[in-house]
């Protein structure tokens, strides 16, 4: 099975920035597309964004578009969060998603493999 480990959240104020990282294990990750997710409590688990496999091409929610940047590095079987500009609302565990398939998708159910999250924390 494929394993991916979230790490890089923590606890800010509104404003600052934090870079999520998401270790996937296996060699087919380039071939995967990548997302991520993100559920505040009591919340549905929403979209945030996803980026394809073997290309550039990345895809938003609304709410985080012009302040949020998904990136992969191959090399290093890893997928990154970019989060600048952080609103309270933004505060959720955060879960990066591997699809065995190269497309990028906003769907939960449209991915296969799910990492643990990791909580990230914005106060006003």
């Known amino acids: 099975q494929v394993q991916l480990v979230e790490s890089g959240g923590g606890s800010v104020q509104a404003g600052v920035s934090l870079r999520l990282s998401c270790a996937v294990s296996g060699r087919a990750f380039s071939s995967y597309g990548m997302g991520w997710f993100r559920r505040a409590p009591g919340k549905e688990r929403e979209f945030v964004a996803a980026i394809r496999g073997r290309g550039d091409i990345t895809y938003y929610a609304a709410s985080v578009k012009g302040r949020f940047t998904i990136s992969r590095d191959d090399a290093k079987n890893t997928v990154y969060l970019q989060m600048n500009s952080l609103k309270p609302e933004d505060t959720a565990v955060y879960y990066c998603?591997?699809?065995?398939?190269?497309?990028?998708?906003?769907?939960?159910?449209?991915?296969?493999?799910w990492g643990q999250g990791t909580q990230v924390t914005v106060s006003s």
């Open positions: 998603a591997a699809r065995i398939a190269a497309w990028p998708s906003s769907e939960s159910a449209d991915y296969n493999y």
